[in-house]
């Protein structure tokens, strides 16, 4: 079974400036997917990112990045221009390669993240 | 991606009763899940929705009290039945399919929020 372990409850900072959060994972696949989703007040699961294992090249979508280190299991999410809208609570998950075979996805507890003005 | 509508957003119920939660996409999918998030909490797989079969339940979770069903690819719902304040949470349904390029991806309806009362 998988597990993903997110550190660190809560964390804050200041709009315009970078922050990184944290995940770790563990697992016996060697093909799978890691996701970054955020949640904002309004309950939407909102996909922030993906990486596949198989690719050395972290992954990028605009403000955020990833830092994907397969060998230490550890997949971590930088946000950088940080803006009042980031304010969420962020959730790292894995899932195993292959969605039509029946994968799904592990989440980790989450991070709240606060951007303050 | 995919346009999910999620059915109702909320509904307060009493104990005892049953709720029937609905989840239409805009597209047909490969995939479809039901999650439970409580309050404060990440997200529990719930089941895997099957079209045209039984849907494979996570350990903890019967299809008694949560039975599913999902006619065709675009559609599913869940059902809380005999319901007790324990099953106040938000659930969620999550599509998954092969979104062109090759890329699998996971995407999540807008979520009911259920208080039993």
């Known amino acids: 079974a998988q597990t993903v372990t997110q550190s660190q409850p809560e964390m804050s900072v200041q709009e315009a400036e970078t922050v990184t959060l944290s995940c770790t994972y563990d697992t016996s696949e060697n093909n799978y997917y890691l996701f970054w989703y955020k949640q904002p007040p309004s309950r939407q699961m909102i996909l922030v990112i993906r990486q596949e294992a198989y690719k050395q090249q972290n992954a990028t979508e605009n403000r955020f990045s990833v830092n994907f280190q397969k060998a230490a299991k550890s997949f971590s999410l930088k946000i950088s221009d940080s803006q009042l809208g980031d304010t969420a609570m962020y959730f790292c998950a894995f899932m195993k390669h292959g969605v039509g075979a029946g994968s799904r996805l592990t989440f980790g507890e989450g991070t709240q993240l606060t951007v303050n003005p | 991606s995919a346009v999910i509508s999620q059915k109702p957003s909320r509904d307060i119920c009493q104990r005892g009763t049953s709720l029937t939660i609905q989840c239409q996409v805009d597209s047909q999918v490969t995939m479809m899940f039901w999650y439970r998030q409580q309050p404060g909490q990440s997200l529990t797989l719930i089941a895997t929705?099957?079209?045209?079969?039984?849907?494979t339940y996570e350990s903890g979770f019967v299809i008694d009290k949560f039975p599913i069903s999902r006619p065709n690819l675009t559609f599913s719902t869940l059902t809380v039945s005999n319901m007790s304040p324990e099953d106040s949470s938000i659930y969620l349904c999550s599509v998954g399919n092969t979104w062109g390029g090759g890329e699998e991806k996971l995407f999540f309806g807008s979520g009911t929020q259920l208080s039993v009362l």
């Open positions: 929705a099957n079209q045209g079969s039984e849907a």
